[in-house]
């Protein structure tokens, strides 16, 4: 007899005194329970990792490709689960939902996604695929060269929605290049102030002599007051003991 929600979400919230087996959460899965529920046993599922994937590729084969299910084969970071989901990703290019979940949960395999997925991530209009773009990007972001990663990130960083542009300069803090610091001094200069408060973080962060000449130069030609105090401050942090 099928388990109603209420027993379901009462034995997930005692998983840690009585861990939960992957087979008792393959059985009570359904498409049929709320979604925040089917989420939270997926999410179980994938944090059991060798253990979680049988029974993850079990319901897929049983169920279909359902986003939680996608999310669970992403979270559980097995081979046979990576190779899976890049299959997917070439079969769900006429289907956005999924393609868009398959992304999302091949975040950390960034690397051995293709070059013109990412692509096609960066580029697309809607928010959720240029966020997932960056995660595959962030994760291949060490194969490249400064040059190479300004290519990938030069629409997003001009994307008019702050949570892109602001992943994007996050992608880039995590180098030191002169053409990183200069492109996120562009940032400081012209981007919303969310934006432009993300850039002088990422520009003091990296703290080289390149990043901090820059903060000088901002201190003194920014024409926005609270803008170029904000270069000052910056500037000063770098040289406190």
């Known amino acids: 007899m099928p388990m109603d929600e209420a027993a379901i979400w009462e034995r997930l919230a005692k998983a840690r005194r009585a861990p939960l087996e992957p087979t008792w959460l393959g059985e009570v899965y359904s498409p049929s329970l709320s979604s925040d529920l089917r989420r939270s046993i997926c999410e179980k599922l994938g944090m059991l990792a060798d253990r979680g994937w049988p029974v993850i590729d079990q319901l897929l084969q049983r169920h279909g490709d359902l986003p939680d299910l996608v999310m669970a084969a992403g979270l559980c970071h097995q081979i046979e689960a990576r190779d899976w989901l890049l299959g997917l990703l070439k079969r769900s290019q006429d289907n956005e939902a999924i393609h868009l979940a398959t992304v999302q949960a091949l975040s950390c395999w960034g690397a051995e996604v ?53 992943a994007a300069i996050r992608v880039l803090q995590r180098r030191d290049g002169k053409a990183i610091s200069e492109q996120l001094a562009e940032q400081c200069r012209h981007g919303s102030d969310g934006v432009a408060e993300a850039a002088f973080r990422a520009l003091s962060c990296i703290a080289t002599s390149d990043s901090q000449q820059l903060l000088l130069e901002l201190s003194r030609t920014l024409k926005d007051e609270s803008r170029r105090k904000r270069a000052c401050q910056k500037l000063n942090e770098q040289f406190r003991t």
């Not at 013109?116 to 960066?122: D, H, S």
């Not at 697309?124 to 490249?144: D, I, M, V, W, Y």
């Open 114 to 166: 293709p070059t013109a997925v990412v692509n096609q991530c960066l580029k697309h209009p809607g928010q959720e695929h240029r966020l997932a773009g960056l995660k595959l990007l962030e994760f291949r972001s060490h194969c490249l060269t400064d040059v190479e990663l300004l290519a990938f990130c030069s629409d997003v960083l001009n994307d008019f929605r702050d949570p892109v542009a602001v």
